[in-house]
C-alpha cells in the first residue's frame, strides 16, 4: 500500500499536479453546491421582499438558544477538521484519528441539537401543512418562511449526515494506516466538504435566526 | 508548484477566536435597531466568516492560481444570480 500511495496515476505528470486534480475535483463539485443552496437562498430574497413583517414575526419563533449554540459547534467542528488535515499533512496518524473523531463528535451533536429544535418547532405548532397555527392575518406568508426554514436546515442537516458518514470512513481508514504518505490528500478533501457545509450554516444562522429580534 | 503549505496550529486557533468572536458579533448586533442596515450588517459579517473560512481553513490563500478560479467561479456565478434576479425584481413599477 505505502509503495503505491507514492506513485501518481499515469495520466498525471507528477503527484504535484494529481493532488491539484483532486483539490479542483472538490471545488468543482463545491461549486454546484454553492448554486443548489443559492437557488434556495434566491428564494428567500424574493419572499423577504415581498413579506418583510412576516417574515421578521416568524423569524422571532426561532430560538437564537438553538441556532447559536450550533453555529459554534459547527465552527469547532471545523477547527478540529482544520487540525485533522494538518496532522495528515505531517503524517501523524494517531492525531488525524482523534481531530476526526472530534469533528464526528460535534457534527453529531449539531444534529442532535438540530433533532431537539425541531421537536420544538412541532411542539409550537411551526411545521407547515402538517401542524401550524399562526396567530394573525399574515399565516400564509409566515408559513412561507417556515417553508424554506425547514427546506434549508433539513437540506443542511443532509450534509451534514453525509459528512459524518464519509468522516467516519476516513476515520477507519486512517486508524488501519491507509491514509500515510500522499493519500493524506483524501481528509484535504474530506476537510473542504466539511467547511462549506459550515460555510452554509455561517450563511443560514442570521438569514433565519436574527432577523426579528430589533 | 511546491508542495502544501502546512499551517502552524497558532493559525488555526487565530482564525477559530475570530470566527467565534464573529458570531458573538452577529448576534450581538441582531439585538440592536440600525433601521435599514441589519441586513446589511449581518450579511458583511456572515460574508467575512466565510472567507475566513474559505482562505485559511481551506487552504485557497496558499494554493495555486487554478484552484483561486475554481474556487471563485460557483460564487461568482451565485451573485450574478442574486443580483441580476434582484435589479428586475426591485425596478419593477
Redesign the interface.
Known sequence: MSDTATVHAHQFESLEQQKEADVLGMWTFLATEVLFFGGLIMCYTFARLHFPQAFEAASHRLYVGYGGPNTAILLCSSFTMALAVRAAQLGRQKALVRFLIATIVFGLGFLVVKGFEYHTDYVEELVPRFHFHWEGDQAGHAEIFFWLYFVLTGLHAVHVTIGVIILSVVAVLAARGKLSGEKHITAEITGLYWHFVDIVWVFLFPLLYLIGHR | ?S??T??P?KT??V??LL??AL?GF??GV?????GRF??PA??A??VV??VL??M????VKY??R??WV??A???F??AI??IF??TD??SRG
Not at chain 2, 441582531?30 to 440600525?34: K, S, V
Not at chain 2, 485559511?56 to 487552504?59: D, K, N, Q, T
Request: neutral net charge.
Open positions: 508548484m508542495s502544501h502546512i499551517l496550529t488555526y486557533l482564525i477559530f470566527l467565534m458570531l452577529t448576534v441582531a439585538f440592536l435597531d440600525l441589519n441586513l449581518a450579511m459579517i456572515a466568516k466565510a473560512i474559505v485559511f481553513f481551506m487552504h494554493a495555486s487554478l484552484t475554481f474556487a467561479a460557483g460564487f456565478w451565485l444570480m442574486l434576479t434582484m425584481y426591485v
